[in-house]
């Protein structure tokens, strides 16, 4: 069964940071790509990041994270994380993690496994 756990959010003034991590298991992580999005109450879920870590492929796909956020990822644990930095009160939202085979993708659609998401508060 795939399962992903997630952990690293928190609440944090803005200017702070927080490393999300995203645990996966129960498929070949080598085959897939493994990507970030961010939803906050009243909002569309966004695309922010995605990585294809056997490939050295990483994306970016919200502007006003560029320069701020890194995606990552550490094979042997079949984990990838996202460093955010210098957050931001509109970083607020529930950020989850998400699989699919081989290609990188920013819409939630081409997803097909999903965790369930950790928070991330950023005060003023």
């Known amino acids: 069964e795939v399962q992903f756990v997630e952990s690293g959010g928190g609440l944090v003034q803005a200017g702070g940071s927080l490393r999300l991590s995203c645990a996966a298991s129960?498929?070949?992580?080598?085959?897939?790509?493994i990507g970030w999005f961010r939803q906050a109450p009243g909002k569309e879920r966004e695309g922010v990041s995605c990585i294809r870590s056997s490939h050295s492929i990483t994306y970016y796909y919200a502007s006003s994270v560029k320069g701020r956020f890194t995606i990552s990822s550490d094979n042997a644990k079949s984990t990838v994380y996202l460093q955010l930095n210098s957050l931001k009160p509109e970083d607020t939202a529930r950020y989850y993690c998400?699989?699919?085979?081989?290609?990188?993708?920013?819409?939630?659609?081409?997803?097909?496994?999903w965790g369930q998401g950790t928070q991330v508060t950023v005060s003023s």
């Open positions: 998400a699989a699919r085979r081989y290609f990188c993708s920013g819409d939630e659609r081409a997803y097909d496994y």
């Open positions: 129960g498929f070949t992580f080598d085959d897939y790509a």
